[in-house]
């Protein structure tokens, strides 16, 4: 018989931890079909961030580092700096990314650090419970927004990539999503680039992901998939919103 | 060849020689001479400046450097190693080296840009969250600076553990004569723990979340045998006229150096007072004060701050023996002949003390 589809070889034998429903699996699985694929399992290094996305070092079998919440882009700039020809991609959830690492990731992508973020955003703090994060959309109950997100008192949701895309050292931004299948697969494309871009050394690449969090939207896995395609998306637009010639 | 420099120009020097091949800053005053020297010396040696856009931001780019291999460093004052204390308790937890330096400013709060030693406690109790320890190198000069920066790098890889070198702002704008003769580069050792990329090995992961509370309390165990192990080797001071002292003062850095100044003069008035300098912090010379509390009783801390060696002091002399404090927090410099007169009071009346 023959096999079609398989652990990929850069994912350990290992159950992740992730909630039923929750995007983090179908994104780490990506990741590592793309180590496969493009061959960069001895050349890769994974920073790891504070939050649902911290275990990836349980997962990926490559050199992970884990950092501090919100330090990913900095950790990354010691390591590239030290490391120019290995690939370092920063795995951040979008309180890391957008709240506590603003200034991290901010400037990392103004230096045009030739690193590459992959940016899951569910607009929420997952692991600390379903707290509001910069991504959540407005009207959005959390547990920290009990009556929804009000913007004249907790400010607006964050567009990270349109944010980063104003900086002349960012040179690949690109918002997709895990919610169905097509998405997925570009998804997987959008990866693909990302790593090529560092690889070209054209500047700061970074993925943004939109996520379903069933557990803390309080949504069957279903439902939670219908609200990204429905409501997160309209605030997040997917699509590429920064490429420079690669 | 000796060379006029300052302070804060000779610990990059000195860095860079001793095969620091990373610096990671954000300016702040008394130490802004550092990063500025370090912008042109460290690309021209092939390395890797970043001006930084935090202090947080420059400690995890440490901490990445470190992880990747590198000797690396950062600087900064007071205000700044405070941001730069997460970063700290990270790389102490992950066990990764790496060289702080710290010229102390007046403080709390946003102080002054005055020399000070008011960060002690800070540096010498790990300073960030977790149970966990930084050795702390205290210099007293520029050439001190020189010879302490390449054994920070040392300690920090032979431990893996932070390095904090806790100047003032007085050793970093201050210029001396120095020589950089004796720094040898560092031989390329094969470290085992770094990120290279998994390339003919397993995967590594670098890490300090450990779920399980008895991994974790192993971890910390672990950790605290190496800090007793650093305990054990690595204490290090200067003993001054000691021998036939009837006072003994205990200050380090710039307060030792000012001290030494009225130590010469206490002398030339028949006043037998000697001097116990540390020079690392942590580790704390305990012994050295504990023997001689055997023979002289009178011990006389003086610091730059409002009493935080003196801490220390009390803990090794474990209620034996009198300590006399002087302190000057706030940036001020008290000069020799200020400290002449203070402890010059103190060794009379221990005289009347004695005859009564």
């Given at each position: 018989m023959k096999k079609v589809y398989s652990r990929p070889?850069?994912?350990?034998?290992a159950h992740f931890h992730?909630?039923?429903?929750?995007?983090h699996s179908i994104v780490n699985r990506l990741i590592a079909e793309v180590i496969d694929e493009m061959n960069l399992g001895d050349k890769i290094i994974c920073v790891a961030p504070a939050g649902?996305?911290?275990?990836i070092y349980n997962y990926f079998d490559v050199d992970c580092l884990e950092s501090a919440h919100g330090r990913g882009a900095a950790v990354a700039t010691g390591i590239k700096r030290v490391r120019p020809d290995n690939l370092v991609v920063s795995y951040q959830g979008d309180g890391d990314l957008a709240a506590i690492g603003t200034a991290e990731s901010f400037h990392a992508a103004n230096r045009g650090e030739n690193i590459t973020i992959i940016f899951v955003n569910?607009?929420?703090?997952?692991?600390?419970?379903g707290q509001m994060a910069p991504?959540?959309?407005?009207d959005q109950v959390t547990t920290t927004t009990p009556v929804g997100r009000i913007s004249e008192k907790a400010g607006h949701p964050v567009r990270m990539c349109e944010v980063l895309?104003?900086?002349?050292?960012?040179s690949y931004l690109e918002r997709v999503a895990v919610h169905k299948p097509a998405a997925i697969v570009a998804t997987k494309k959008a990866l693909v680039k990302a790593f090529q871009h560092q690889m070209n050394k054209t500047g700061f690449s970074m993925v943004e992901i939109l996520s379903p969090c069933p557990t803390n939207w309080k949504m069957d896995p279903l439902q939670a998939c219908k609200w990204v395609e429905d409501v997160m998306s309209k605030q997040f637009p997917i699509g590429l919103v920064k490429e420079v010639q690669c | 060849m000796k060379k006029l420099m300052s302070g804060n120009a000779a610990a990059g020097e000195a860095a860079v020689l001793a095969g620091c091949t990373c610096y990671f800053g954000y300016p702040i005053t008394p130490q802004n001479e550092l990063t500025e020297y370090m912008a042109k010396r460290v690309p021209e040696a092939g390395g890797v400046f970043i001006q930084s856009e935090s202090e947080i931001a420059a400690i995890n780019m440490v901490l990445g450097a470190s992880v990747a291999g590198a000797r690396a460093m950062t600087s900064s004052s007071g205000p700044g190693i405070s941001l730069k204390q997460e970063g700290i308790s990270y790389l102490a937890a992950d066990e990764l080296p790496a060289v702080i330096l710290n010229m102390v400013r007046g403080g709390?709060?946003?102080?002054?840009i005055s020399p000070a030693q008011s960060d002690y406690l800070q540096a010498t109790r790990g300073g960030?969250?977790?149970d966990y320890r930084t050795i702390v190198l205290a210099p007293s000069s520029v050439q001190e600076i020189a010879d302490l920066m390449p054994l920070a790098f040392d300690l920090a890889e032979k431990y893996r553990n932070p390095v904090v070198v806790l100047g003032d702002g007085m050793l970093g704008q201050m210029m001396e004569p120095v020589e950089f003769d004796h720094i040898k580069k560092p031989e390329p050792v094969a470290k085992?723990?770094?990120?290279?990329?998994a390339k003919g090995r397993p995967s590594r992961m670098v890490r300090?979340?450990?779920?399980?509370v008895k991994e974790q309390e192993e971890h910390n165990w672990k950790l605290a045998r190496k800090f007793q192990r650093i305990e054990q080797n690595e204490v290090r001071y200067e003993t001054h006229?000691?021998?036939?002292?009837e006072l003994v003062v205990i200050a380090y850095g710039t307060a030792a150096r000012i001290a030494k100044g009225a130590i010469a003069r206490l002398r030339q008035e028949g006043l037998k007072v000697g001097m116990i300098r540390p020079i690392t912090l942590w580790p704390f010379p305990t012994k050295i004060i504990q023997e001689t509390s055997k023979t002289i009783h009178d011990f006389f801390v003086f610091e730059m701050?409002?009493?935080?060696l003196v801490e220390d002091v009390k803990l090794s002399l474990e209620g034996k023996g009198r300590v006399h404090f002087y302190g000057r927090p706030g940036g001020v410099i008290p000069t020799p002949v200020e400290l002449f007169r203070i402890i010059s009071r103190h060794c009379y009346q221990i005289q009347r003390v004695k005859k009564s």
């Amino acid at each position: 018989m023959k096999k079609v589809y398989s652990r990929p070889k850069s994912l350990k034998p290992a159950h992740f931890h992730y909630c039923p429903g929750c995007g983090h699996s179908i994104v780490n699985r990506l990741i590592a079909e793309v180590i496969d694929e493009m061959n960069l399992g001895d050349k890769i290094i994974c920073v790891a961030p504070a939050g649902c996305g911290m275990l990836i070092y349980n997962y990926f079998d490559v050199d992970c580092l884990e950092s501090a919440h919100g330090r990913g882009a900095a950790v990354a700039t010691g390591i590239k700096r030290v490391r120019p020809d290995n690939l370092v991609v920063s795995y951040q959830g979008d309180g890391d990314l957008a709240a506590i690492g603003t200034a991290e990731s901010f400037h990392a992508a103004n230096r045009g650090e030739n690193i590459t973020i992959i940016f899951v955003n569910n607009g929420v703090y997952g692991m600390t419970g379903g707290q509001m994060a910069p991504t959540t959309i407005l009207d959005q109950v959390t547990t920290t927004t009990p009556v929804g997100r009000i913007s004249e008192k907790a400010g607006h949701p964050v567009r990270m990539c349109e944010v980063l895309a104003v900086l002349d050292g960012t040179s690949y931004l690109e918002r997709v999503a895990v919610h169905k299948p097509a998405a997925i697969v570009a998804t997987k494309k959008a990866l693909v680039k990302a790593f090529q871009h560092q690889m070209n050394k054209t500047g700061f690449s970074m993925v943004e992901i939109l996520s379903p969090c069933p557990t803390n939207w309080k949504m069957d896995p279903l439902q939670a998939c219908k609200w990204v395609e429905d409501v997160m998306s309209k605030q997040f637009p997917i699509g590429l919103v920064k490429e420079v010639q690669c | 060849m000796k060379k006029l420099m300052s302070g804060n120009a000779a610990a990059g020097e000195a860095a860079v020689l001793a095969g620091c091949t990373c610096y990671f800053g954000y300016p702040i005053t008394p130490q802004n001479e550092l990063t500025e020297y370090m912008a042109k010396r460290v690309p021209e040696a092939g390395g890797v400046f970043i001006q930084s856009e935090s202090e947080i931001a420059a400690i995890n780019m440490v901490l990445g450097a470190s992880v990747a291999g590198a000797r690396a460093m950062t600087s900064s004052s007071g205000p700044g190693i405070s941001l730069k204390q997460e970063g700290i308790s990270y790389l102490a937890a992950d066990e990764l080296p790496a060289v702080i330096l710290n010229m102390v400013r007046g403080g709390p709060g946003m102080g002054n840009i005055s020399p000070a030693q008011s960060d002690y406690l800070q540096a010498t109790r790990g300073g960030g969250h977790g149970d966990y320890r930084t050795i702390v190198l205290a210099p007293s000069s520029v050439q001190e600076i020189a010879d302490l920066m390449p054994l920070a790098f040392d300690l920090a890889e032979k431990y893996r553990n932070p390095v904090v070198v806790l100047g003032d702002g007085m050793l970093g704008q201050m210029m001396e004569p120095v020589e950089f003769d004796h720094i040898k580069k560092p031989e390329p050792v094969a470290k085992d723990y770094i990120l290279t990329g998994a390339k003919g090995r397993p995967s590594r992961m670098v890490r300090s979340l450990i779920f399980d509370v008895k991994e974790q309390e192993e971890h910390n165990w672990k950790l605290a045998r190496k800090f007793q192990r650093i305990e054990q080797n690595e204490v290090r001071y200067e003993t001054h006229l000691v021998d036939d002292a009837e006072l003994v003062v205990i200050a380090y850095g710039t307060a030792a150096r000012i001290a030494k100044g009225a130590i010469a003069r206490l002398r030339q008035e028949g006043l037998k007072v000697g001097m116990i300098r540390p020079i690392t912090l942590w580790p704390f010379p305990t012994k050295i004060i504990q023997e001689t509390s055997k023979t002289i009783h009178d011990f006389f801390v003086f610091e730059m701050s409002a009493g935080q060696l003196v801490e220390d002091v009390k803990l090794s002399l474990e209620g034996k023996g009198r300590v006399h404090f002087y302190g000057r927090p706030g940036g001020v410099i008290p000069t020799p002949v200020e400290l002449f007169r203070i402890i010059s009071r103190h060794c009379y009346q221990i005289q009347r003390v004695k005859k009564s």
